[in-house]
């Protein structure tokens, strides 16, 4: 192919205006939610000096979401999946509202930002499946795949500036009610954008709320086992190798360096995933999806690992660059896989019960980093996971051949709708 057509190619999901809108809204809310953790990790651990408690931040959002799961999904398979983005949005919004004024108030206890943290929690259980059902509304299927590829592009831009501006605002203004107020403007700016989406509207099955029609995402889920495998697999990976929610710990005490730091450590693995999103907009995997995604979750484990143990800041930067980089293909793998091989009626359960997986591993793993680094020390919680992620790997590549054997991923999700047909 000419490196001209190719290079359209690479940008055919941007040509689509509701896409671009989608994600438009989706990069200032995510960078503002970005600005937000930062502001709440130093906060907290301003007020506590306790790790334990930057983990009950990661918990406080978690928990809402693994009791809301279900019911979000339902909703995002019911209503018109553009509003509830809308909603959520605003909630958002909401959310950064209450922290702004928990700020301009000087509380100095953290049980009112746990009780916002939980509203939060609250809406992202409804956000995360709303926003991953409706974008393959966005885009006809051939196009999909470079559509998830921007997309977490764009994601993961947001994630390197949200951070960054983040603690440089918190360092410049003495604390965060700034970056509070920022958050916020963000959040209303999305909610303007996805009220202009168009998208192209799918009959959705208005099915009534029951344990069947709850519990179908799980069912699905359960009976794809290749789809099984690559959740669960990068849900323990990530859990036992998180380290982000231990970075103002880094920042403060280990590696001497105040929020400025935690931001630029916060952006780092953003700056890896963007560089691997784009990589791969342009130049798509071909073949062998699951090798790919067994290497890739293994330097994960491998630079937690040696991250866990760096004392010098670049060092640590560089390392958290290429964590970054190979958590982007396990993302990419698993999202176009999830996405294309669920029917629509079927996408927010399906995506509901993927996002309680991420849940687990992403606040749940913040939680469990928190609780290890209070009993063995920080160091060695950050070691001790990367080397459970190496293990899982193990175990999960023994234990799911489909894994170790999936090819090309337009093939693989089109025998996955395949088996589905042939079994309703």
């Not at 977490?152 to 949200?162: E, K, P, R």
Request: charged share 10%.
């Amino acid at each position: 192919m000419p490196q001209h057509d190719q290079a359209l190619a690479g940008r055919v999901a941007l040509s689509h205006p509701d896409f671009v809108l989608y994600t438009t809204a989706r990069f200032f809310v995510v960078a503002g939610t970005q600005m937000q953790s930062v502001a709440v990790g130093w906060q907290v651990y301003e007020i506590t000096r306790r790790p334990l408690d930057l983990g009950l931040v990661g918990l406080a959002q978690f928990l809402p979401g693994f009791f809301l799961f279900l019911v979000s999904g339902h909703i995002a398979d019911r209503f018109d999946r553009r509003r509830l983005l809308g909603v959520c949005y605003a909630g958002f919004a909401l959310c950064s509202g209450l922290l702004f004024l928990l700020s301009v108030k000087h509380v100095r206890t953290v049980l009112p930002i746990y009780a916002v943290l939980v509203l939060l929690g609250a809406v992202r259980s409804l956000n995360g499946p709303v926003s991953r059902a409706l974008l393959p509304q966005l885009v006809p299927i051939e196009h999909f795949p470079n559509a998830v590829a921007w997309n977490s592009t764009v994601f993961q831009g947001a994630t390197i500036l949200g951070p960054s501006i983040g603690g440089v605002m918190y360092a410049a203004f003495h604390g965060p009610a700034v970056v509070y107020a920022t958050s916020f403007v963000f959040a209303m700016g999305s909610m303007a954008a996805t009220w202009k989406i168009q998208s192209r509207s799918t009959e959705l099955r208005r099915e009534p709320m029951s344990s069947q029609t709850a519990f179908a995402g799980f069912r699905y889920i359960w009976k794809q086992r290749l789809i099984f495998a690559l959740i669960s697999l990068d849900m323990f990976a990530v859990l036992l190798g998180g380290a982000v929610a231990l970075l103002p710990v880094y920042a403060s005490d280990i590696l001497k360096t105040g929020p400025w730091g935690l931001g630029l450590l916060r952006s780092a693995p953003g700056v890896g995933s963007a560089v691997m999103a784009l990589y791969l907009a342009h130049r798509p995997l071909k073949g062998r999806a699951g090798v790919a995604m067994l290497w890739a979750v293994g330097g994960f484990g491998v630079c937690t690992i040696l991250f866990g143990v760096s004392r010098i800041l670049w060092v640590s930067l560089a390392l958290l660059v290429v964590l970054g980089a190979s958590d982007m293909i396990s993302v990419i793998i698993r999202g176009t896989l999830i996405q294309l091989a669920t029917p629509d009626a079927m996408r927010g359960r399906v995506n509901a019960v993927d996002m309680m997986f991420i849940g687990v591993s992403n606040e749940l793993g913040e939680f469990e980093s928190g609780l290890t680094a209070h009993w063995f020390g920080t160091v060695p919680s950050v070691v001790l996971g990367g080397i459970g992620t190496l293990v899982v790997i193990g175990l999960w590549a023994w234990l799911f051949p489909e894994l170790r054997e999936a090819g090309r991923m337009h093939a693989v999700a089109a025998e996955s709708l395949e088996r589905t047909a042939a079994d309703t």
